[in-house]
């Protein structure tokens, strides 16, 4: 996870360790959350989509951010976009 939480700590613009344990948090709860999408687990860290997604997760959830809303409406359109995406499922097959 250490690559994923450094490319969300520095999408946050956080320099410092102190909040690391609450983006592994939400990094793992994001993974989770795309994992019951029927997003496929194996490519948690080394997609980009994937990564966009983390980061948009974390946008929407850390802290209280000004533009929540729009970073929440943002993950929620790249969950989709991978939920129905043939590369990104766990389905094994056409649906």
């Excluded at 344990?21 to 997003?39: F, P, Q, R, S, Y």
């Amino acid at each position: 996870m250490g690559e994923t939480l450094q490319i969300v700590k520095k999408a946050l613009r956080i320099a410092t360790d102190a909040f690391n344990d609450e983006l592994e948090l939400l990094i793992t709860a994001c993974h989770k959350d795309l994992g019951i999408a029927g997003v496929d687990s194996c490519l948690k860290g080394d997609d980009e989509l994937i990564k966009v997604a983390v980061i948009a997760f974390c946008k929407w959830r850390f802290g209280e951010p000004d533009n929540a809303e729009q970073m929440q409406k943002l993950y929620e359109m790249q969950k989709a976009q991978l939920m129905v995406a043939h590369d990104y499922t766990d389905y094994g097959g056409d649906i």
